[in-house]
Structure formats: C-alpha cells, structure tokens
C-alpha cells in the first residue's frame, strides 16, 4: 500500500476514493465471512453426529467448564480480601 499520493487533479482524488472504496468493500466482506464461521454452531450436538463426536464435545465442553469453575473460584478467594 502506497502512503504518499501526488494528486494533479479531481479525477486523480476520484479514482483514489473509488480504489479505497473497492478495498474497504473487499475487506468487508472478508470480514463477514470469518464472522459468519466464528459464530456457526457446532455440530457435535446435532443428531446427524456420530455418538463419539457427542461424546467428545461433552467432555470438552465439560473440561471447559470446570476449568472456568475452578478459575472462578481462584479469583474470588484472591480478590475477597
């Protein structure tokens, strides 16, 4: 990307603001779709998962949970004095 731009004219600054304005939309819509896969839900619960899928996301999100449990826990007793 170029940080200095010489500008001879109106039609110079034109076509400058129409390239910003392609990027902008480019960098948009790229990020819309990693937004999009971020907050997809999972489908280890779906019923079209296989039992060990379901098996293994419950364990994991269970791990999860406990750790933030525990976590919570250790802030609260560091923090209660």
Excluded: C, H, V
């Excluded at 390239?19 to 990020?31: F, G, V």
Aim: glycine share 4%; hydrophobic share 35%.
């Amino acid at each position: 990307m170029e940080n200095f731009f010489e500008y001879k004219s109106l039609d110079d600054i034109r076509r400058r603001k129409e390239t910003l304005r392609q990027e902008l939309l480019e960098d948009d819509k790229k990020i819309k779709n990693l937004w999009d896969e971020m907050s997809r839900p999972s489908d280890l619960f779906s019923k079209s998962a296989s039992p060990s899928k379901r098996i293994t996301g419950l364990i994991n999100t269970s791990a999860a949970l406990f750790d933030g449990a525990i976590l919570g826990w250790k802030l609260y007793r560091k923090f209660r004095k």
